[in-house]
């Protein structure tokens, strides 16, 4: 079976760090680029972060640099987001996929397997 579990989400206040986490099933991590993308309240999903397979190249939006980092640990087939002085715009649906290739990309449509999503909520 091909699944993605996401984890650690919850409510936070604004200011604080949160990890959340995403686990393969099988090693399916291996030889694919993994990212994290985010739906708040009335808005659509949109690109927040992604590695390639190896993990030595990074993608985040402007808007997380500085304050959001992504990595993977192979061994454990997880890839982490680390969202640190967190806002309430933060607050959203959190959803890891799997890109049918290992190279970095923003296009949702590129990803073939998407976790069933977590929710993260900050608070003023």
């Known amino acids: 079976q091909v699944a993605l579990e996401e984890s650690g989400g919850g409510v936070s206040q604004a200011g604080d760090s949160l990890n959340v986490s995403c686990a393969g099933a099988?090693?399916?991590?291996?030889?694919?680029?993994i990212a994290w993308f985010r739906q708040a309240p009335g808005k659509e999903r949109a690109f927040v972060a992604g590695?390639?397979?190896?993990?030595?190249?990074?993608d985040l939006v402007d808007s997380m640099k500085g304050r959001f980092s992504i990595s993977r640990d192979h061994a454990t087939d997880t890839v982490y987001l680390q969202m640190n002085n967190l806002k309430p715009e933060d607050t959203a649906i959190y959803y890891c996929?799997?890109?049918?290739?290992?190279?970095?990309?923003?296009?949702?449509?590129?990803?073939?397997?998407w976790g069933q999503g977590i929710r993260v909520t900050v608070s003023s």
């Open positions: 590695i390639n397979w190896q993990g030595t190249v990074t």
């Open positions: 996929a799997r890109k049918s290739n290992g190279a970095v990309g923003r296009d949702a449509d590129a990803y073939e397997y």
């Open positions: 099988d090693h399916m991590f291996r030889i694919r680029a």
